[in-house]
């Protein structure tokens, strides 16, 4: 599952056939079952724009995850705390960004690969 913030349609700085275009390709190449997006810009009344964990929640309630048993991988403190606020462990991959990680992750890769051998136990 891909789950991800599009702030940029609501506010017409990206139009949303060229969204589905790329979501369409990267699910054609990757093993993705779906991808959720939340397309509102940040605030109190949205319970899906990470870091809250509305995404993950209607994940979890459509294919039987258990938020304990799952992990959210991402590359910024949204994501991360998308993943605390859902109970799942949470991997960072850092990307060497400026922003302040506003959540703790429980583990911190250097890239997508490392994350999956965390992940998967193969970690070196």
């Known amino acids: 599952m891909i789950v991800t913030n599009q702030p940029d349609i609501e ?9 589905d275009l790329m979501h ?9 079952d779906k991808i959720y997006v939340c397309y509102c810009v ?3 009344e949205c319970s ?8 993950l929640k209607t994940a979890a309630e459509e294919w039987n995850i258990n938020s ?25 991959i ?12 429980d583990y911190i ?3 997508l690969i490392q994350a999956s051998q965390i992940i998967t ?4």
């Open 121 to 124: 136990g193969k970690a070196v």
């Open 42 to 44: 940040e605030g109190p």
């Open 94 to 105: 850092d990307n060497g960004y400026t922003e302040e990680l506003n959540f703790r992750p």
């Open 68 to 92: 304990s048993d799952s992990f959210m991988v991402g590359d910024r403190w949204r994501d991360i705390g998308a993943g605390k606020n859902f109970g799942c462990k949470t991997v960072f």
């Open 109 to 111: 890769a250097n890239s």
């Open 24 to 32: 369409e390709y990267l699910m054609s190449e990757l093993a993705i």
């Open 11 to 19: 506010k017409g700085l990206m139009n949303k056939s060229d969204l």
């Open 48 to 55: 899906c724009y990470k870091p809250q964990p509305g995404l």
